[in-house]
């Protein structure tokens, strides 16, 4: 195995912040766009035509946890639920 490659993708964001002190945004990118253009993979994002490949999470900064709420690939909500909109 990987270092850390059998540990969910919200443990490995929060520990890269934590040991390697990075942003969010950029421990976020570093386990799922950089990864995916390294070998060509498509990406998901939220313009029109994108994939619509999406992860919700609660993200609380006094600890570095991140929750993941829910799922989406290509816009179907795979797990969880998404918050309503007032």
């Avoid at 609380?60 to 918050?83: F, R």
Wanted: hydrophobic share 50%; glycine share 10%; charged share 15%.
């Amino acid at each position: 195995l990987l270092a850390g490659a059998s540990l969910p993708i919200q443990y490995g964001i929060a520990n890269m912040m934590r040991f390697a002190g990075v942003d969010l945004p950029t421990a976020v990118a570093m386990a799922t766009t950089t990864p995916a253009r390294m070998i060509d993979a498509p990406c998901g994002g939220l313009r029109p035509g994108d994939l619509a490949d999406l992860a919700l999470f609660h993200w609380s900064p006094s600890d570095t946890t991140l929750e993941i709420a829910a799922t989406i690939s290509h816009g179907k909500v795979l797990y969880g639920k998404l918050p309503s909109v007032a």
